[in-house]
């Protein structure tokens, strides 16, 4: 499984540094690839035994002017390899595009980097049974036999607001996704302690990435834990 924790906005630095301190403690040799994506001004060196950080975003470049933003060289200072691309909040709170994120996924996958490529509808198109034409249009032109690509399927609706995607949606849309080309898929959107199991369980899903519930540390353990008993 992969299980991952995007702390969106959320702990400072210190307690970053704590949580991942103390993640890597109580992990082992599990068979799940764990990963934490905190907040850019607390990315640690990416140096833990157990898990790994990856940056919620940055812009296709090495370095230069682009005020706000962190390129390549920033990511590869703190020995990241990982990056994700195109969260919803991203692309509806900072109007992020379709081809912004290409060029985002054609720059970090020249350099060899795993890609955590986000997508998702919102309500409408779900009513409206658009879903796979608003999924197979985010992931048009993305090289889906990039070997470090993981899609992260997460419909907008369920992201933060306490109401996942019943089993059968996650199911049936993550099968459309494998038969679009997608290798590996993921899902997000009210993950937590008590559905994790039951999500991971499915055949499709290859993990989870998590919001809310990976801020308690406890809380993303068990999701861990859930995670190696299938
Ligand atoms: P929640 O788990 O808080 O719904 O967030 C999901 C998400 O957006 C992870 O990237």
Redesign the pocket.
């Known amino acids: 499984m992969i299980i991952a924790g995007?702390f969106k906005t959320n702990h400072t630095r210190s307690s970053t540094f704590s949580y991942c301190k103390e993640l890597d403690s109580l992990l082992g040799a599990q068979k799940s690839e764990v990963y934490v994506f905190p907040s850019m001004c607390a990315l640690p060196y990416d140096d833990f035994a157990h898990f790994s950080i990856g940056v919620q975003n940055a812009y296709p470049a090495c370095n230069g002017a682009y005020s706000g933003e962190i390129g390549l060289e920033q990511i590869q200072e703190l020995g990241i390899n990982t990056l994700m691309i195109g969260?919803s909040e991203r692309r509806l709170i900072l109007k992020e595009d379709d081809e912004l994120c290409k060029r985002k996924f054609d720059f970090f996958s020249q350099y060899g980097m795993n890609v955590f490529f986000c997508i998702g509808e919102d309500l409408q198109a779900r009513r409206d049974a658009r879903v796979l034409d608003v999924l197979a249009s985010q992931l048009k032109s993305i090289d889906l036999d990039y070997s470090r690509l993981v899609v992260a399927y997460?419909p907008i609706w369920?992201?933060?607001t306490g109401v996942s995607a019943s089993l059968e949606e996650i199911k049936e849309t993550h099968r459309l996704l494998k038969e679009l080309g997608c290798k590996k898929v993921i899902y997000?959107?009210?993950?937590s302690e008590g559905n994790a199991k039951d999500i991971m369980n499915l055949e499709y899903v290859d993990g989870v990435?998590?919001?809310?519930?990976s801020l308690d540390l406890k809380r993303f353990y068990q999701i861990i834990q859930q995670g190696e008993e299938i």
Do not use: Q, R
């Not at 997000?188 to 993950?191: A, E, I, K, Q």
């Open positions: 995007n969260h997460e369920a992201i933060g997000g959107g009210s993950v990435l998590v919001g809310g519930a």
